[in-house]
């Protein structure tokens, strides 16, 4: 970079924190967005810290994301198969899947509860079935959904995909895809505004509004939201980790009664490309995503 090389910087010695680094009549980095890569030659000393200045504009901390394809002898690190889940290979796709073949058979995905005020889910899936199928759930699989729990899923009977949040619905328009076919299904979440999608293609929209929605309503108040058009400032955060192809399932107690989940809406089938990211994608991402290209 022209005046700002070796000849130019002016030696530093002696000790201090607080010294200036001047390039001749230079004190300050050059301005721009271009990278900048900076080498400091030492002899008989030690750099303890660098201040590029208050104009520095540092590289936006990576945004987390977990996209599984299970490719590889072993699942991925903080994905289960649980009940019967296997990983074989697909001839259609060209690749290896997981076959949620009977009752019970889930992924679950570790470290998923805290969604926060943006996140994309996403896969690919086959089934034959005519009926409700769970993609992604948190939810507990008795009574209606509160604060805490999640729900994206799709029913091939009625072409319908739907998010459940805070005990809140966002449905889409019906589309085809009881084909028995692989499709691929996205929902993302951007500050409360849901977007889903069908093979890449956007086929619903709405709002999921801050508030709380409880589990069982007893007299006292059994939802509060507040106003449409209010966003959350915490986002979604789940009472546990998602699962892909059935809800979560067990023995829940009120005040009154014990209820017990039943697998109502198992996924039977294959699933493949299973995606989390702490991010809202663009509509042209979800599109790469599902025609097989990756983003990040």
């Known amino acids: 970079m022209p005046g700002y090389g070796r000849d130019d910087c002016d030696p530093l010695s002696g000790r201090g924190i607080e010294q200036a680094v001047t390039w001749r009549d230079r004190r300050e980095l050059p301005a721009g967005s271009a990278p900048i890569r900076l080498r400091f030659l030492l002899r008989r000393s030690a750099l303890y810290a ?10 936006p901390a990576p945004v987390r994301s977990l996209a599984i394809d299970f490719e590889g002898e072993a699942p991925a690190r903080g994905v289960t198969l649980r009940g019967g889940a296997r990983v074989a290979a697909d001839p259609e796709r060209g690749s290896t899947v997981a076959l949620l073949e009977s ?9 998923t509860a805290h969604l926060g005020t943006d996140f994309t889910l996403a896969l ?3 089934t034959s079935l005519r009926r409700v199928v769970r993609l992604f759930s948190s939810y507990r699989g008795v009574g209606n959904p509160a604060t805490g729990e999640l729900v994206f899923d799709g029913n091939p009977a009625s ?17 085809y895809f009881a084909d028995g076919l692989w499709h691929h299904f996205a929902a993302t979440y951007r500050a409360g505004h ?16 801050p508030g ?15 106003e449409p058009g209010a966003r959350s400032a915490v986002g979604i955060h789940l ?21 017990h989940d039943t697998p109502a809406e198992q996924l039977i089938g294959a699933v ?13 991402e979800v599109a790469n995503v599902a025609k097989g290209r990756a983003s990040r």
């Open 194 to 209: 849901v977007e889903l999608y069908l093979d890449g293609r956007p086929v619903g929209a709405g709002e999921v509004l």
């Open 212 to 226: 709380s929605a409880h589990l069982y309503y007893d007299g006292s108040i059994i939802q509060l939201f507040r």
């Open 159 to 175: 072409g319908v995909l739907r998010l459940i949040a805070t005990g809140q619905r966002v449905q889409s328009r019906p589309r």
């Open 103 to 111: 009752a019970g058979a889930t992924v679950d995905l570790a470290d």
């Open 272 to 284: 493949d490309d299973l995606l989390v990211a702490w991010r809202a994608y663009t509509p042209d």
């Open 124 to 126: 690919r899936a086959r």
């Open 239 to 259: 009472a546990t980790d998602l699962r892909v192809g059935e809800d979560q399932g067990g023995r829940f107690i009120t005040y009154q009664d014990a209820e």
């Open 50 to 59: 660098f201040n590029a200045g208050p104009e520095l504009a540092p590289d």
